[in-house]
């Protein structure tokens, strides 16, 4: 069945464009063009390269072409720092301290509750999901059995045809050879009759030749 596809590919030329309807790609929507940094002042016009369009991919892109280490996760967000000595005594500073670790508790709080709902109900979405997908599955795998038996049938199909072709054909030849040994037979008793109708007007000829000349 593989090889039969193959060939049918290999033969088969589409007549039409099946992704026409679908919109164009753009491939340079995250590229701008910059231009090329002049070496010398004599230079001519440099031509365009293509540079990330977004900030955080060009920082990337610097810090790869200067060989850096990838940054760690920053941590500061979670930090609650004091005040500097400087500030002991101001009373903003020790309010925005507050306001930080207050952010920072209903922040983990915030994070506490999704964990909560995750575990009362994340299994059970789970499930969902995994029974979902043997639905999927079970359904790709009813049509592959399809396939197959279409496939199958198929084949038998054309088995069939061709053993019923074959024996048709055998049929066939074995008439024609037949009739060909008729008609050599025919051909050579026609031969043969010739040949003694022949050798009779020969014998008959003779005859009334002598009969001729006896009468002479």
Same mark, same amino acid.
């Given at each position: 069945a593989a090889a039969l596809v193959e060939e049918e590919?290999?033969?088969y030329r589409p007549t039409k464009n099946y992704l026409s309807y679908l919109p164009a790609h753009d491939y340079s929507a995250f590229e701008v063009s910059r231009p090329r940094p002049l070496p010398r002042p004599a230079a001519a016009a440099a031509s365009p390269l293509l540079s990330?369009?977004?900030e955080i991919m060009r920082n990337e892109f610097e810090r790869l072409a200067a060989r850096q280490p990838l940054e760690l996760l920053s941590m500061k967000r979670y930090e609650l720092p004091a005040p500097s000595s400087g500030q002991k005594n101001d009373i903003t500073a020790w309010q925005e301290c507050v306001n930080n670790s207050m952010a920072q508790l209903e922040h983990q709080a915030v994070r506490i509750e999704n964990l909560e709902l995750m575990s009362q109900h994340g299994c059970n979405a789970w499930k969902v999901y995994n029974e979902h997908l043997v639905h999927m599955i079970e359904q790709a795998q009813k049509e592959? !059995?399809? &396939?197959?038996?279409?496939? !199958?049938? &198929?084949?038998?199909?054309r088995k069939n045809m061709q053993l019923t072709a074959g024996a048709k054909l055998r049929e066939m030849e074995s008439t024609w050879v037949s009739l060909v040994s008729k008609n050599y037979e025919i051909e050579r008793t026609i031969v043969q009759l010739e040949n003694e109708i022949s050798q009779i007007k020969q014998q008959h000829g003779e005859a009334n030749k002598e009969n001729i000349q006896q009468d002479f």
């Amino acid at each position: 069945a593989a090889a039969l596809v193959e060939e049918e590919t290999r033969r088969y030329r589409p007549t039409k464009n099946y992704l026409s309807y679908l919109p164009a790609h753009d491939y340079s929507a995250f590229e701008v063009s910059r231009p090329r940094p002049l070496p010398r002042p004599a230079a001519a016009a440099a031509s365009p390269l293509l540079s990330p369009q977004t900030e955080i991919m060009r920082n990337e892109f610097e810090r790869l072409a200067a060989r850096q280490p990838l940054e760690l996760l920053s941590m500061k967000r979670y930090e609650l720092p004091a005040p500097s000595s400087g500030q002991k005594n101001d009373i903003t500073a020790w309010q925005e301290c507050v306001n930080n670790s207050m952010a920072q508790l209903e922040h983990q709080a915030v994070r506490i509750e999704n964990l909560e709902l995750m575990s009362q109900h994340g299994c059970n979405a789970w499930k969902v999901y995994n029974e979902h997908l043997v639905h999927m599955i079970e359904q790709a795998q009813k049509e592959l !059995q399809k &396939l197959r038996k279409n496939i !199958q049938d &198929l084949n038998w199909q054309r088995k069939n045809m061709q053993l019923t072709a074959g024996a048709k054909l055998r049929e066939m030849e074995s008439t024609w050879v037949s009739l060909v040994s008729k008609n050599y037979e025919i051909e050579r008793t026609i031969v043969q009759l010739e040949n003694e109708i022949s050798q009779i007007k020969q014998q008959h000829g003779e005859a009334n030749k002598e009969n001729i000349q006896q009468d002479f």
